[in-house]
């Protein structure tokens, strides 16, 4: 029925970026779950404040649901943003030539005063 569990999801998870702080693991499953079984989904939180980092990952048992699933939910609309729905990079694959440095940036206070 679906996929040996030891073997490699790398193929079937997704990146899921811009989420908005509102949103929880159950609210991205419900909108996910509609393209077939999940294996995972996981919102990625801040160590210490336990705050949303504004991206998560969810793998599908099989290659055609997560298929579906990111070309019918990429920029779809949660709460009051809309996301980023990519397939997941293997960070060891990435280059290092394609990262910006950006430094003398100024610190903005969110605090009102």
């Known amino acids: 029925m679906y996929p040996n ?9 997704l990146y899921i970026g811009d989420i ?3 949103v929880t693991e159950p609210m991205l499953y419900s909108v996910f779950v509609k393209y077939g079984p999940i294996f995972s989904l996981r919102i990625l939180r801040d160590i210490a404040t336990k705050q949303s980092r504004g991206f998560g990952f969810v793998s599908f048992y099989n290659h055609t649901d997560a298929s579906s699933a990111q070309s ?5 609309k949660i709460l ?5 729905v990519t397939w997941k ?3 060891h694959e990435l280059s290092p030539a394609n990262n910006i440095f950006v430094k003398n ?3 903005v206070s969110t605090e009102a005063g």
């Open 20 to 22: 908005e702080q509102s």
């Open 72 to 76: 019918s939910t990429n920029h779809l």
């Open 89 to 91: 990079k293997n960070i």
């Open 105 to 107: 940036i100024p610190v």
């Open 80 to 84: 009051q943003k809309c996301i980023r």
């Open 5 to 13: 569990p030891s073997e490699s999801r790398t193929n079937n998870t």
